[in-house]
C-alpha cells in the first residue's frame, strides 16, 4: 500500500579472483545509474510537488485578493527570515520529526496510522501526572519523558493489535483513538487532576520550573529539537540498518512473502506502533517539559496531524522528516504574521498544507517516467551489446 | 418529568436530530464503497457542504439553495478524490486524510466571515403535536431533511438492488477485471459513485450548519464524517442498516448532553465521547481476521 519499499539493485557477490565479464561491468554500470537516477527522482518529485503546491495557492491567494508574491515574502520572514523566527521555526519542527514518525515507521508496514495526536496528548498528560502525583525514583524531568512515551506507545500499540489480531482497519481506529484521548485530557484536567488555582484555563498542577528542560545555551529553542532529532535518526538506522527493519520493511513490500519466510508478523506490528507511539508521546512530554509546564487543552495542537503529512512527505523515511519537519514547522511558524500583516484566517496555513498533501500524493505517479532517465532495462541491454 | 424520562426524550430527540447528518455520509459512502473505492475525506465533504450552505443561505436567503450548493461542493471533491486515485500508484486512503485535512482548511477559511451573521434555517414540523410538554415538543421536532434521508436510505437501496445503474456499480465493485473485461470504464463509474456519495455528504453538512446545531462555526463537526464512514462496515454496506446505525449512532451522540441538561455534570467529557467509544468497540466486534465481512465489496477486500 501506498510507499513501497524499493528493492535495492545491489550488485552480485563476485569470487575475488574471477575478472568480472563485460556483461558483469555492464550490469554493475546500469545498477549504479539505477541508483542515481532513485537519488535525482527522491529529491525532484517532491521537490517538484512542493513547488507545484506553492504555485496552486498562491493562485489561492490571488483569487482571494491577496498578492501571492507579498504573502511568501511575509512568510519567508515569519519562518526562516530572522533569527527570532528561525528559532520558532525549529522550536515547531520539533514535535512534528517525532508525530511524524508515529505515521513513518506503521507506514513502512504499509499501515496508514493517524494517531500520533492522540498519542501526544496523553503522552503530554502523562509526563504532567507523574511529575506532580509520584514520587519518583530517577529524575523527574527522566522519568517525565519516559512515562509519556510509553503511555503514547501503548496506545498506539493496542491500535496495531487491533490491527494485528483482530483485523481492525487501523486509519479508521486511531482518529477514533484521537477523539477518545482528547476526551480523556479534558476530563482528567477538569476533574481529578484539575489544579483548583487553574481557573480559565483548567489544568494539572504545574510541574516546577526545577523540572523543566532547559534550552540550548545562548539560544531559544528547547532540547526537544535535541531529541526529535535523535529520534529520527536512531530509527532511521533501526528500519534501514538492521534485520528488525529489513523485516519490517518485508512485511510493508510484500506480506505474503514475508508469512511464507516465517516472519512474526504480528508482532512485527505490534512493536513497530508502539515505537511509532512511543516517539509521539514523547513529543508530548517534551512540549508539557519544556514549553507549557503544565498539561491542559493547548496540548491539542494539530502537530498529530502536520507530522502525518510530514510522514507522507518525506515517504516515510524518518532521515526526510527532519528538513520536512522543519519546513512545515516553518510554514506553522508563519501563522502568526500572515493573519496579522494580510488578515488571513489562521486555517490558512491548513489550506496550505492540504494542497502539499494533495500535491504529494498525485506526485507518487510520476516515480519511475521515462524524462528522469532512460529506462534501466535499455541501459542494461545497450551496454551489453556493446561490450560484446 | 422525572430525570429518566428526560434523559430518554433527550436521547430519542437526539436520534432522530443527530443522526441526519450521520444517515447522508453513510449513504454516500455506502454508494462510493460498493463501487469498490473508500472515500476517507468524507468529514472534509461535510464541513465544506456545511460552510458553503450556511454561506448561500445567508447570502440568498434560500436554505434549499444552501443545501444544493453544499451538494454541488460535494460532488467537486468527490471529483477530486476519483481523479486523484485513478492515478497510478496513488493511495486511496491518504488521499482521503489529504482532502479530509484540505476540505476543513478550505472550510475555515471561506467561512471565517460566516462566524457571526444568522442564515434563514432549514424548516422543521413537530411530530409532538400532541404533547402539552414545551420539552417533547421541541425533542421531537422533525427536519424535512430527516424525511429525504428516509426515502433516500430506500432509493439508494433500489438504485444498488433493482436498476441497471446498480448493477454495474455493484459489479465494478466486486470485480473491477469482470466489470473492464465487459467493457465498462471502471474509473468512469467510481467517479459517478465518489460524486454521488460526496453530494450526499454535502447535504449531510448542510443539515449541521442549518438546523442543528444551527450555526456555522469551527467546532461544528466532531468526526461525524469519519465516524459515518466505520459505520458503512458496522451496517455491512446495506443502507437501510445505516439507517438504524444512525439513529443509534445520534442517540449515542445525544447522551452526553441529556445527561448535563438533567443535572448530571461530572464525566461531561466522557460522556460526550460515548459516539466514539461506540464506533470503536463496533468495529472491533465486527471486525474479523479469519473470515471476509458479508456484504462487503470485493474489491475493498483486496485492498486491505
Not at chain 1, 298 to 301: F, I, K
Not at chain 2, 219 to 222: D, E, H, M, P
Given at each position: 500500500m501506498g510507499v513501497g519499499v524499493s528493492v535495492g539493485a545491489s550488485p552480485v557477490a563476485q569470487p575475488a579472483a574471477a575478472a568480472p565479464t563485460p556483461a558483469q561491468l555492464a550490469e554493475r554500470a546500469a545498477a549504479r545509474r539505477a541508483a542515481v537516477r532513485r537519488t535525482i527522482e527522491s529529491v525532484a518529485v517532491p521537490g517538484g510537488a512542493i513547488v507545484a503546491a506553492l504555485v496552486l495557492f498562491g493562485v489561492f491567494m490571488a483569487v482571494t485578493g491577496r498578492n501571492p508574491l507579498a504573502v511568501y515574502q511575509e512568510m519567508f520572514r515569519g519562518s526562516f527570515g530572522t533569527w527570532f523566527s528561525f528559532q520558532n521555526t525549529l522550536q515547531r519542527a520539533a514535535p512534528l520529526m517525532l508525530t511524524a514518525l508515529a505515521t513513518a515507521l506503521p507506514l513502512r508496514l504499509g499501515l496508514v496510522m493517524l494517531g500520533g495526536e492522540g498519542a501526544m496528548v496523553l503522552g503530554g498528560l502523562a509526563a504532567a501526572a507523574v511529575a506532580t502525583h509520584f514520587h519518583t525514583p530517577v529524575s523527574v524531568k527522566l522519568a517525565m519523558l519516559l512515562v509519556g512515551g510509553l503511555v503514547g506507545g501503548c496506545w498506539l500499540a493496542g491500535a496495531g493489535a487491533l490491527r494485528a489480531y483482530r483485523g481492525v482497519n487501523e486509519t479508521i481506529s486511531t482518529l477514533l483513538l484521537n477523539y477518545i484521548a482528547i476526551a480523556l485530557l479534558n476530563h482528567l484536567v477538569e476533574g481529578p487532576l484539575r489544579d483548583p488555582a487553574s481557573l480559565n484555563k483548567p489544568s494539572t498542577l504545574p510541574i516546577g520550573d526545577d523540572n523543566m528542560l532547559g534550552s540550548f545555551p545562548g539560544l531559544d529553542v528547547h532540547w526537544g529539537l535535541a531529541w526529535g532529532l535523535g529520534a529520527c535518526v536512531v530509527f532511521w538506522v533501526l528500519m534501514q540498518r538492521t534485520t528488525f527493519g529489513f523485516a519490517a520493511r518485508m512485511v510493508g513490500g510484500n506480506i505474503r512473502a514475508a508469512l511464507l519466510n516465517g516472519l512474526p508478523v504480528r508482532k512485527l506490528i505490534v512493536i513497530v506502533t508502539f515505537l511509532g507511539g512511543l516517539a509521539a508521546g514523547l513529543a508530548g512530554a517534551l512540549e508539557v517539559a519544556a514549553i507549557h509546564g503544565t498539561a491542559n487543552a493547548?496540548?491539542?495542537?494539530g502537530y498529530g496531524y502536520t507530522g502525518v503529512l510530514v510522514a507522507f512527505i518525506a515517504r516515510a523515511n524518518p532521515l526526510a522528516a527532519l528538513p520536512v519537519a522543519i519546513l512545515l514547522g516553518g510554514i506553522g511558524a508563519s501563522g502568526g504574521l500572515l493573519q496579522r500583516v494580510f488578515d488571513l484566517p489562521d486555517a490558512t496555513v491548513n489550506v496550505l498544507q492540504g494542497m502539499l498533501f494533495l500535491s504529494i500524493l498525485l506526485s507518487e505517479?510520476?516515480?519511475?517516467?521515462r524524462w528522469f532517465a532512460t529506462n534501466v532495462a535499455n541501459v542494461a541491454n545497450v551496454d551489453r551489446k556493446a561490450a560484446a | 418529568m422525572s430525570a429518566a424520562t428526560g434523559v430518554a426524550l433527550g436521547v430519542i430527540g437526539g436520534a432522530i436530530r443527530i443522526s441526519t447528518p450521520f444517515l447522508f455520509v453513510s449513504l454516500g459512502e455506502c454508494l462510493t464503497e460498493k463501487s469498490g473505492r473508500v472515500n476517507l475525506g468524507l468529514e472534509g465533504t461535510l464541513v465544506m457542504g456545511a460552510m458553503s450552505a450556511y454561506g448561500i443561505s445567508y447570502l440568498t436567503g434560500s436554505p434549499w439553495l444552501g443545501v444544493l450548493t453544499a451538494g454541488i461542493a460535494g460532488v467537486a471533491l468527490g471529483a477530486l478524490h476519483a481523479w486523484l486515485c485513478s492515478r497510478p500508484r496513488v493511495n486511496d486512503v491518504a488521499v482521503g486524510i489529504a482532502l479530509m485535512l484540505f476540505g476543513v482548511g478550505v472550510a475555515f477559511f471561506l467561512g471565517k466571515p460566516l462566524i457571526g451573521p444568522t442564515a434563514p434555517h432549514l424548516p422543521a414540523v413537530s411530530a409532538g403535536w400532541w404533547s402539552s410538554s414545551a420539552q417533547v415538543r421541541s425533542a421531537l421536532q422533525i427536519n424535512a431533511l430527516f424525511v429525504i434521508g428516509l426515502v433516500m436510505t430506500f432509493g439508494v437501496r433500489f438504485l444498488l438492488q433493482r436498476t441497471r445503474w446498480g448493477l454495474i456499480m455493484r459489479t465494478v465493485g466486486e470485480s473491477a477485471d469482470s466489470a473492464r473485461a465487459m467493457g465498462y470504464d471502471v474509473a468512469r463509474v467510481r467517479l459517478y459513485a465518489t460524486m454521488a456519495g460526496g453530494f450526499l455528504a454535502g447535504v449531510g453538512g448542510s443539515f449541521l450548519s442549518l438546523?442543528?446545531?444551527?450555526s456555522w462555526n469551527e467546532?461544528?463537526?466532531?468526526g461525524q464524517g469519519l465516524m459515518a464512514v466505520a459505520l458503512v462496515i458496522f451496517a455491512r454496506w446495506d443502507p437501510v442498516r445505516c439507517l438504524a446505525a444512525s439513529l443509534l449512532f445520534g442517540g449515542a451522540s445525544a447522551l452526553g448532553p441529556a445527561l448535563q441538561s438533567v443535572?448530571?455534570?461530572?464525566?461531561y467529557y466522557l460522556f460526550n465521547a460515548t459516539p466514539y467509544v461506540l464506533t470503536l468497540a463496533i468495529i472491533i466486534a465486527t471486525s474479523s481476521r479469519a473470515r471476509a465481512l458479508a456484504g462487503q465489496p470485493a474489491e475493498l477486500r483486496m485492498a486491505k
Open positions: 493547548s496540548l491539542v495542537t505517479t510520476f516515480y519511475g517516467r | 438546523f442543528y446545531p444551527g467546532g461544528l463537526s466532531s443535572g448530571v455534570t461530572s464525566g
